[in-house]
């Protein structure tokens, strides 16, 4: 079972810029299809980006251009680079990994295997 921990959240000012990050332990981020959802009080969670064990990405419309993930196999570790942030982008964000390696990119929350425990991400206008 996958145990995932993000850090990197924070605050910043709309058109700035944050760097988050997942470090995996109990799976190997290579082998599972990954991604961030991200949530604000009073609505589900709304899968932003995704990547699957071929290093394919999808990005949700709302991030695209925007946001970038990736992976660094080395160091079992899943980011995400988010530049020209905007105050709709607040919310919290979290790590996930499918609960299967037979996987497609993107996937909905209900398939999610592991969770991160969540940041807080907080744009200001």
């Known amino acids: 079972q996958a145990q995932l921990v993000e850090s990197g959240g924070g605050s910043a000012q709309a058109g700035g810029s944050l760097r988050l990050s997942c470090v995996s332990s109990?799976?190997?981020?290579?082998?599972?299809?990954m991604a961030w959802f991200r949530q604000v009080p009073g609505k589900g969670r709304e899968g932003v980006a995704f990547?699957?064990?071929?290093?394919?990405?999808w990005y949700a419309d709302s991030v695209k251009g925007r946001f970038t993930i990736s992976r660094d196999n080395a160091k079992n570790t899943l980011s995400l680079q988010m530049n020209s942030l905007k105050p709709e982008d607040t919310a919290t964000y979290y790590c996930?990994?499918?609960?299967?390696?037979?996987?497609?990119?993107?996937?909905?929350?209900?398939?999610?295997?592991?969770w991160g425990q969540g940041t807080q991400v907080t744009v200001s206008s």
């Open positions: 109990g799976a190997t981020v290579q082998y599972f299809c």
């Open positions: 996930a990994a499918r609960s299967s390696p037979v996987c497609g990119v993107p996937f909905s929350s209900s398939v999610v295997g592991a």
């Open positions: 990547i699957g064990r071929s290093g394919r990405t």
